[in-house]
């Protein structure tokens, strides 16, 4: 069910056998977490690239609410203030100029930025 909530389900009966065979090797009726987190990463490595473009592009909007961006101090702001943490403006300030390799706050952080930060943090390879 996980697989299907992450857009990653088993492409037919012998992938999913498959995953069976890794997630409960030993047939014990339940699955250990680094067998599950081991299927997930490879279901999303072996995405295609359009798809991962896609997926940077719906989390990007995420943080512009829809808009083509760039992600600015106030969409990291408003991103902090939703999920309830205490994020300083300078630290804030720093991740703006971290994603885009210090080309300035008012740049803001681009797509292309983004992604790298996102294939940085081994979301994508």
Do not use: W
Request: proline fraction near 3%; charged fraction near 25%.
């Amino acid at each position: 069910m996980l697989h299907r909530a992450q857009g990653i389900p088993p492409q037919n009966a012998h992938e999913l056998s498959s995953f069976i065979d890794i997630l409960d090797p030993d047939s014990v009726g339940y699955v250990s977490y680094d067998n599950f987190v081991a299927v997930c990463a490879l279901k999303i490595n072996a995405r295609s690239d359009d798809s991962k473009a896609e997926e940077v592009g719906t989390a990007y909007k995420l943080f512009t609410k829809g808009s083509e961006g760039p992600i600015t101090i106030a969409h990291l702001r408003r991103v902090a203030r939703e999920l309830k943490e205490d994020v300083s403006d300078e630290m804030l300030r720093n991740m703006i100029l971290e994603a885009n390799g210090g080309a300035g706050l008012t740049r803001g952080v681009v797509v292309e930025d983004f992604q790298s930060v996102m294939i940085r943090a081994g979301v994508f390879q």
